[in-house]
C-alpha cells in the first residue's frame, strides 16, 4: 500500500486541484466575484479526479458547478453595483443577502428530489456500495443546493458546505485520495467560520 507521502509526491492532479480549492477557498470566504473563476477551473480538475475515484454522482456534481459557476458570474456580475469612492478590492467585493425564511421549504424540497435523482441514477448505473452510494448522495445533494444558494448570494449557503466538506473530505482519504481528501478537511474548517463571516457581511449590506 503507497504511504501518504507517496501519493503526495505522486499526485500532481491532485495537488493542482488542492490548490486551486485553497485560492477559492479565500475568494469564496471574501465574497469577491472572482472565486467563480476559481470554481470554473477547479470544477474541470475535480469531474476527473471525483470519477477516478468512482465517486461518480460527485464527479456529476462538479459537471454541474462548471454550468453553474459561469452562470454566477454572470449574476453576480450583474449585481456589482458598489458605491463611487471604493476602493478596487472594495469593488471586487459583492453585497451578500440572509435567506428568507419562506426559501427552507424550497431547500428541503431541492434536498430530497436532487438525493432521489441521484441516489437512483448512482443505483441504476454503477455498481458501488452502499455506504459510498448513501454518501456520494448526500454530499452531492447538499453541494447541489449550496451552490444555487450562492448565486443568490445567501449567506447561509456555508450552512450546508459544513456536513458536505466533512463528509468528502472523509470518503477521499478512504480512497487514498490524499490531497484532495486534505482540502476538504480545510474546507470543513473553513466554513464553519465562513458562515458567520458571510452572516456579518450580509448584515453589513443591509445597514447600509
Do not use: C
Not at 509526491?9 to 472565486?35: H, N, P, R, V, W
Not at 469593488?91 to 435567506?99: N, W
Not at 463528509?167 to 487514498?176: D, N, S
Amino acid at each position: 500500500m503507497e504511504t501518504i507521502l507517496e501519493v503526495l509526491q505522486t499526485d500532481y492532479l491532485g495537488l493542482l486541484a488542492t490548490a486551486i480549492g485553497l485560492i477559492y477557498l479565500y475568494l469564496e470566504f471574501k465574497a469577491k466575484k472572482s472565486m467563480w473563476i476559481a470554481s470554473i477551473i477547479m470544477a474541470i480538475l475535480y469531474i476527473y479526479i471525483f470519477f477516478k475515484s468512482e465517486f461518480y454522482a460527485m464527479s456529476l456534481i462538479y459537471g454541474y458547478f462548471f454550468i453553474i459557476s459561469i452562470w454566477g458570474w454572470h449574476k453576480w456580475h450583474q449585481k456589482q453595483l458598489s458605491p463611487a469612492g471604493l476602493d478596487a478590492s472594495q469593488k471586487s467585493t459583492i453585497p451578500l443577502e440572509r435567506m428568507p425564511q419562506k426559501a427552507i421549504t424550497t431547500i428541503i424540497s431541492y434536498l430530497i428530489i436532487s438525493s432521489l435523482i441521484i441516489a437512483g441514477l448512482l443505483y441504476l448505473l454503477t455498481d458501488t456500495s452502499w455506504t459510498i452510494l448513501l454518501s456520494d448522495t448526500f454530499a452531492t445533494s447538499l453541494n447541489v443546493v449550496a451552490i444555487w444558494m450562492a448565486t443568490r448570494r445567501w449567506a447561509e449557503q456555508w450552512s450546508l458546505l459544513i456536513p458536505a466538506n466533512l463528509l468528502t473530505g472523509i470518503m477521499l482519504f478512504i480512497q487514498a485520495q490524499y490531497p484532495s481528501s486534505i482540502m476538504f478537511m480545510i474546507y470543513f474548517i473553513v466554513s464553519i467560520f465562513g458562515l458567520f463571516h458571510w452572516i456579518k457581511l450580509a448584515d453589513l449590506s443591509y445597514d447600509k
